[in-house]
């Protein structure tokens, strides 16, 4: 571990000076040395493979400002703006709104501070997105908050993953900002790039976009609709995936008081094996973690009715 993380951080250091060096020479020089490391420096699969959540949650932010200043030289760059949409939101939802999840239970004040920089970083990760997708489609905008429904068809299989992080970020900073109402009234542009996408490819990423529609039917308390995109992530995934169960427990069975099969599928995430997923094993070990903080917390969920020898003795 101790050699791993040595070699990550010199790989950084290394990136750190070719961008330092590029931004710093003639325009063409500077282009040529950002295109040929940029590659190496957003691949999702370098950090969502990782198993030591630390790591990731140490190195993002000082990557994420690198691909800024990449994208402050050259705006429509898109291989650096889809990045900064996929790390802004996964540095808010794996370490911000996990670190206010832990939070809330005995520190409101923090909890709140911890979810208006998740919120925030959700909506600077829904503006790169959105910026990307400009460059192939222009005024795509301002075409999906006027008609999200005719906007969405001019989207192609090609699409589905910046439509994943694009309409992922947006909902969840709308999550965040329900008393918002100018967020609010962009839901039905975030839903439909996510519908647009599963409509496209249900199995990308062996059923994430059916996790996302777990959280968005029962924000609409349609939990029957919310079991069976969970039974279909799950059928994808063949299993091997915490998120979903985490998902449908924290946002269905809370709601519909069901204590037993909150714990039942809480139990079922803990157990699985991160290493059986390497391409998710960060969000599997994240997964994970919030299933034990929610178990840890199952009294303050659910409200457990008195039995009938509890209540004759407090009426004695």
Same mark, same amino acid.
């Given at each position: ?177 329900? #008393?918002?109402?100018?967020?609010? $009234?962009?839901?039905?542009? %975030? !839903?439909?790039?996510?519908? *647009? /996408?599963? @409509? &496209?490819? +249900? ?11 777990? #959280?968005?039917?029962?924000?609409? $308390?349609?939990?029957?609709? %919310? !079991?069976?995109?969970?039974? *279909? /992530?799950? @059928? &994808?995934? +063949? ?29 079922? /995430? ?47």
């Amino acid at each position: 571990m101790r050699q791993k993380r040595e070699f990550l951080n010199r790989w950084f250091c290394c990136c750190a000076v070719v961008l330092v060096l590029a931004l710093s020479v003639g325009c063409s020089l500077r282009s040529m040395a950002v295109n040929a490391v940029l590659p190496t420096l957003v691949n999702p699969a370098v950090y969502l493979s990782e198993e030591d959540p630390e790591l990731v949650r140490e190195a993002l932010p000082f990557l994420l400002k690198t691909i800024e200043s990449i994208i402050e030289a050259d705006p429509k760059h898109q291989d650096a703006l889809r990045f900064a949409n996929m790390g802004f939101v996964l540095y808010g939802s794996a370490f911000l709104q996990e670190d206010a999840a832990y939070a809330e239970w005995d520190d409101y004040v923090l909890a709140s501070e911890l979810k208006g920089r998740a919120q925030r970083m959700y909506l600077r990760a829904r503006d790169y997105g959105l910026r990307a997708l400009e460059v192939d489609y222009p005024d795509i905008s301002d075409d999906l908050r006027l008609d999200p429904e005719t906007a969405i068809t001019i989207f192609e299989s090609d699409d589905v993953e910046a439509l994943y992080y694009l309409g992922g970020a947006w909902v969840l900073g709308i999550s965040l900002g329900l #008393a918002q109402p100018s967020l609010i $009234g962009d839901l039905p542009s %975030a !839903r439909s790039l996510l519908q *647009r /996408a599963i @409509e &496209l490819d +249900e199995d990308y990423s062996h059923g994430a976009l059916h996790d996302a529609f777990i #959280a968005l039917e029962a924000m609409d $308390g349609s939990y029957d609709n %919310a !079991r069976e995109h969970f039974e *279909r /992530a799950v @059928e &994808l995934s +063949e299993g091997k995936r915490a998120g979903p169960y985490v998902s449908f427990a924290s946002h269905v069975s809370v709601a519909e008081e069901n204590r037993q099969e909150f714990e039942d599928l809480l139990a079922v /995430a803990i157990a699985i094996d991160p290493d059986d997923d390497p391409a998710n094993r960060l969000l599997n070990i994240i997964a994970q973690r919030r299933a034990q903080n929610l178990l840890d917390h199952v009294d303050d969920l659910f409200f457990e009715p008195l039995n009938e020898t509890d209540t004759n003795q407090e009426n004695q």
